[in-house]
C-alpha cells in the first residue's frame, strides 16, 4: 500500500502571496490532519477533516484553511503568506473518525519557505 | 489547554545503552502518543496507548494516567536510534493533539 504523499516537497514563495499544498492520504483512509512544524513552536496542529468535514482547528489565523474532497484527498492553503509561516507542513492520515484515536501514518511534509 | 513536557531536551547514549524519555501532560487524555523524527523530517508513529503497556522489539511504552506520566524505553540502544523522539497527546473529547517539544537522542558506536 503506498504511503502518504504530499506535493509539493519544496516550496519557495515571496510575502504576500498565496500557497496550496495537497496531501494524498493511504488508501482507505477517511481521517487527515495537517501539522506545522518549526523550530521555535515545535509541532503544532492545524485542522483534522474527514469526510469532507472540519472536525477542528488549531490556534490559528483565518488565513489558513483547508479542505477535504470526496476521496480523501486534502489540500491547505495559506494566504498573504508572512516570513513567520515558513515551516515544515505535515500532513497524517489514519483509518477512522477522530485520527487522534487512532494511529496516525505521517507523510514527509512540505518544506515552505517565504522570503 | 494540555501542557506537555518532555525530559530531557538532549540526550546522549553509548551503544547498548537502555535509555528512558519522559513525558508529563497537565490534564486528562483520551490518548498518548510517542512519535519518532529522523533528520530531514520524517515522522514514523511508534505507540498509541490510553493505559498500561505496549512494546514493539527493542522499545517499550509505558503510561501512568493517574500521574499523567508516560515513559518511552529503548534497550539496547543502536545509533539507528538516533533520532527526536516526540510524545503528543489527545485531550478528553477532543480531536487535536498536543505534542511536546521532544528529545534529541543521539547513540554513540
Known amino acids: 500500500k503506498a504511503g502518504v504523499t504530499q506535493t509539493p516537497r519544496y516550496l519557495i514563495k515571496t510575502r504576500g502571496q498565496q500557497v496550496t499544498l495537497s496531501c494524498s492520504p493511504i488508501?482507505?483512509?477517511?481521517?487527515v490532519s495537517w501539522y506545522q512544524q518549526t523550530p521555535g513552536q515545535g509541532l503544532q496542529f492545524l485542522f483534522e477533516y474527514f469526510s469532507e468535514t472540519q472536525r477542528n482547528k488549531g490556534n490559528f489565523p483565518g488565513r489558513f484553511s483547508g479542505r477535504q474532497f470526496s476521496n480523501s484527498r486534502s489540500e491547505m492553503n495559506v494566504s498573504t503568506l508572512e516570513l513567520g509561516d515558513s515551516a515544515l507542513y505535515l500532513c497524517a492520515s489514519s483509518l477512522m473518525a477522530g485520527g487522534h484515536y487512532n494511529e496516525q501514518f505521517f507523510g514527509p511534509g512540505t518544506r515552505l519557505t517565504v522570503l | 489547554k494540555n501542557e506537555v513536557e518532555q525530559s530531557p531536551q538532549n540526550l546522549t547514549a553509548q551503544e547498548g545503552e537502555f535509555i528512558t524519555i519522559n513525558c508529563s501532560y497537565s490534564v486528562g487524555i483520551s490518548a498518548l502518543h510517542w512519535l519518532q523524527q529522523h533528520p530531514g523530517g520524517g515522522i514514523v508513529s511508534l505507540f498509541m496507548?490510553?493505559?498500561g503497556k505496549k512494546k514493539h522489539g527493542r522499545l517499550i511504552a509505558t503510561i501512568n494516567i493517574q500521574e499523567k506520566h508516560s515513559s518511552l524505553h529503548i534497550t539496547a540502544s543502536h545509533p539507528r536510534d538516533s533520532a527526536v523522539y516526540i510524545c503528543?497527546?489527545?485531550?478528553?473529547?477532543?480531536?487535536?493533539?498536543?505534542f511536546g517539544k521532544g528529545t534529541k537522542l543521539s547513540v554513540i558506536p
Open positions: 496507548l490510553s493505559s
Open positions: 488508501s482507505g483512509h477517511r481521517s
Open positions: 503528543a497527546v489527545a485531550g478528553a473529547g477532543s480531536y487535536q493533539l498536543t
